[in-house]
């Protein structure tokens, strides 16, 4: 990325995995802008670390689930930002419990923030996206391996990451826009601490036995972000300590 003129958008970039790519996007060179749903306190915070490294910041209030306010967040970046480069599709939920006890409302919001939301961003995005753009979401591995009950809605909206990218990748390479997904493994944020009561059973499928960092997955999406994966598109990459292997 070049100082100059990478200006990123992440969704859902306030905690946790989201915010480590904004900070890790910010400090590789680009502009961010990125979405929250409801914690203004830490968009400020985070928006504050993009600025302390020399970038501009712009968080924008948005839940993924609606699709006008999605739209309208990759055109007030394009706007307010002078372009977009990068466009990540970070923010998700985590719907879990028995099978049955699923509601069609919330089939329906997971749908919509693991499904609709990148589709409809990244048609959006396609108005400013040029030649060396950048699609990348963020998936899971356990649409690849369902290691415990109870992930049924979780795995059916996340899978959809997988054909989208596969299928964009292809109808965007002669723009020489590359599309890619990361599907992280356990994670230590918030939505899935360290600490947690589930966290021993999640080190027991991991191969190195613990849990990875935000800024791990951060790493490889700046990587994907940059020149040198510029070849790269249409794969599916998963960063999981081995939970898959």
């Known amino acids: 990325m070049t100082s100059s003129t990478t200006v990123a958008l992440v969704t859902g970039g306030s905690r946790g995995i989201g915010a480590a790519i904004a900070r890790k996007l910010a400090a590789a060179g680009a502009d961010v802008a990125f979405t929250y749903q409801r914690d203004e306190v830490a968009a400020k915070s985070v928006a504050a670390d993009i600025e302390a490294l020399g970038r501009r910041a712009l968080p924008i209030r948005a839940d993924s689930a609606d699709a006008a306010q ?10 307010e930002l002078g372009g977009l480069n ?9 719907p879990a419990k028995p099978y049955e006890e699923f509601g069609v409302d919330e089939i329906d ?9 990148p589709f409809v961003a990244g048609q959006a995005a ?16 356990l649409t690849d391996r369902a290691l415990f009950g109870g992930l049924a809605l979780y795995n059916l909206s996340k899978s959809a990451l997988n054909g989208y990218t596969k299928a964009l990748a292809r109808e965007l390479g002669p723009r020489g826009i590359t599309v890619n997904l990361v599907q992280p493994g356990p ?20 191969a190195l036995g613990r849990f990875g960092a935000a800024e791990d997955v951060a790493d490889l999406v700046a ?14 990459i998963t960063i999981d300590g081995g939970t898959n292997a």
Do not use: C, K, W, Y
Not at 130 to 140: L, P, V
Not at 191 to 200: C, F, I, K, T, Y
Not at 223 to 236: K, N, Q, V, Y
């Open 70 to 79: 999605v739209v309208a967040a990759v055109g007030r970046t394009a706007r």
């Open 86 to 94: 990068v466009l990540v599709n970070n923010a998700g939920i985590f």
């Open 109 to 117: 919001r997971a749908l919509n923030i693991h499904a609709r939301a």
């Open 126 to 141: 396609l108005a400013h996206l040029g030649e060396g753009g950048r699609i990348i979401s963020i998936g899971s591995n």
């Open 187 to 206: 994670t230590d944020t918030d939505m899935n601490p360290a600490g947690s009561e589930h966290a021993p059973a999640q080190r027991d499928f991991n």
């Open 223 to 236: 990587f994907l972000a940059g020149p040198s994966a510029r070849t790269i598109t249409g794969e599916i």
